[in-house]
């Protein structure tokens, strides 16, 4: 479980990003953090995974004190940023995806097993031998997904996983999303797309000028359109207010 309590954060001068935020993340959860550009969503994941200390409130991972040790927390979790670039341009798809599964500390086989499945269901097997330095800009997005998933962390967190890529290569990060949950235990994304949000998500928190709105269960919703109508209601309500 990871759990956010009463979470402020204020950078200089005085500009507060979070205000009292609160949250929970259990195993099962493919929770979708959705809010305009500048809510505060990337640095909540930055508190989360103690990139980034908050000014008050208290953040756990699986029982660990994330401000007092950010480093046996973060083990906990696997990110990817928006635009993330966490692979080797000089190696090939598959030596990176062994590289980190190695690092990980799996053995040769059980590496190789991971991202040869990996591969496969991101349709990146036909891009196995390539330097990585020659792929296209969804294609290393999708790497950078698999190289995280190499890591074997019970969490993880994407930070705008579709932005930029081609209807193919969202239908296939949506697949591993959706269809390969042996590969963690809970998945905390952040996205602006509501088609994405809406197939992938069971657990919903709408953020919005520094704190949440509204929280809910995939229950309320039962198309996109029932999604993006409730989220727009939500921050109008609270702009207006």
């Known amino acids: 479980m990871i759990t956010v309590q009463d979470v402020n954060k204020i950078y200089p001068p005085n500009r507060q990003v979070l205000h009292d935020v609160s949250l929970e993340l259990v195993e099962g959860d ?15 994941i930055r508190c989360i ?11 756990y991972v699986n029982g660990v004190d994330v401000v007092r040790h950010p480093d046996e927390a973060r083990e906990s979790i696997a990110v990817v940023f928006e635009e993330a670039d966490n692979s080797y341009s000089y190696l090939t798809v598959l030596e990176n995806l062994l590289y980190f599964g190695l690092l990980n500390k799996w053995s040769r086989a059980e590496a190789k097993r991971r991202a ?25 997005q999708k790497l950078a997904f698999a190289i995280a998933l190499m890591k074997g962390a019970p ?8 932005l930029g890529l081609d209807v193919e290569s969202q239908h296939h990060i949506r697949t591993m999303l959706t269809e390969e949950k042996q590969w963690w235990k809970a998945v905390l994304i952040t996205t602006h797309d509501i088609p994405f949000a809406h197939a992938v998500g069971n657990k919903f928190v709408f953020i919005q000028d520094r704190k949440i709105v509204w929280s809910g269960t995939k229950e309320h919703f039962s198309t996109p359109a029932d999604l993006e109508t409730h989220f727009l209601a939500a921050v109008r309500s609270n702009l207006s207010a």
């Open 116 to 140: 040869e499945r990996m591969m496969a269901v991101l349709n990146l097997t036909p891009y196995a031998e390539r330097l990585t330095q020659t792929l296209s800009r969804g294609m290393k």
């Open 49 to 59: 995974i103690g990139l980034t200390a908050p000014d008050s409130g208290s953040i």
């Open 30 to 44: 493919r929770l979708i953090l959705l809010g305009p550009n500048g809510a505060g969503k990337t640095t909540l």
């Open 155 to 162: 969490f993880l967190f994407l930070d705008e996983p579709t």
